[in-house]
């Protein structure tokens, strides 16, 4: 089982759609998960930490589910701005972050 | 604030030739490293170093070494490059805190082919 899984996608959704992401995990010890978003040919970037009791920022909601080693994304209205790669990001236990392979989302006008 | 800076920017190399990828950041951070992207395979990490004096392997270390120069700069050498190592590189920094959730801040990146 790899590390970090997540649907490659890619997802094609219209604006103003609601698109969510999801992902798992295999080491139940992991502590620290974040969503890093990749536009093409350019450095990933932090999007955002995701907490145990789950936490929004604007448009976008990240959920932890420890029981079940499951991270999700959603994301509401959402804008051509959007479109992008969705990294879904554990922290290793050397400070090393382990990253998912990402799920393409292009949003049509 | 320039954050982290990798150089070069884009590279290509023969096989066999050696370079070596410079990266360095000015948010005082503790650890560095150093993460190589190929399609379809995500970020994979190289080499990283916890702490100033400290380097250690990651995932896919062959056929790299890295040196920590001081707290600001980590560099990645190809000694004797491959086609295979064709990929973009890239760097990143983080405040390694105790019971901290910092992020890792990245670089560009560089982008080798190796023919």
């Known amino acids: 089982r790899k590390e970090v899984e997540q649907d490659p996608g890619p997802f094609n959704v219209p604006e103003g759609a609601t698109v969510a992401f999801n992902c798992t995990y295999s080491?139940?010890?992991?502590?620290?998960f974040f969503w890093y978003r990749q536009d093409c040919r350019k450095e990933p970037k932090l999007l955002m930490s995701?907490?145990?009791s789950g936490n929004e920022d604007g448009r976008f909601t990240a959920q932890l589910n420890r029981a079940s080693q499951y991270i999700s994304l959603l994301i509401r209205d959402s804008k051509l701005s959007d479109s992008a790669t969705y990294l879904c990001?554990?922290?290793?236990?050397?400070?090393?972050?382990?990253f998912g392979k990402g799920t393409k989302l292009s949003v049509k006008p | 604030n320039a954050g982290v800076t990798q150089t070069p920017k884009f590279q290509v190399l023969k096989t066999g030739q050696s370079m070596t990828l410079q990266c360095a950041q000015d948010?005082?951070?503790?650890?560095m490293y150093w993460y190589r992207q190929d399609p379809g395979m995500g970020l994979r990490l190289i080499y990283y170093s916890a702490s100033e004096g400290t380097t250690d392997k990651g995932e896919v270390p062959n056929g790299y070494n890295v040196s920590r120069l001081n707290k600001r700069e980590f560099s990645l050498r190809l000694e004797s490059a491959a086609p295979s190592q064709t990929s973009v590189y890239f760097c990143?920094?983080?405040?390694?805190?105790?019971?901290?959730?910092?992020?890792?801040?990245f670089g560009d990146g560089t982008r080798l082919s190796i023919l």
């Open positions: 948010m005082n951070h503790n650890s």
């Open positions: 080491n139940s010890a992991s502590q620290s």
């Open positions: 990143a920094s983080r405040e390694n805190r105790v019971y901290s959730n910092q992020p890792q801040h």
């Open positions: 995701v907490y145990s």
């Open positions: 990001v554990v922290r290793g236990s050397q400070g090393n972050l382990i």
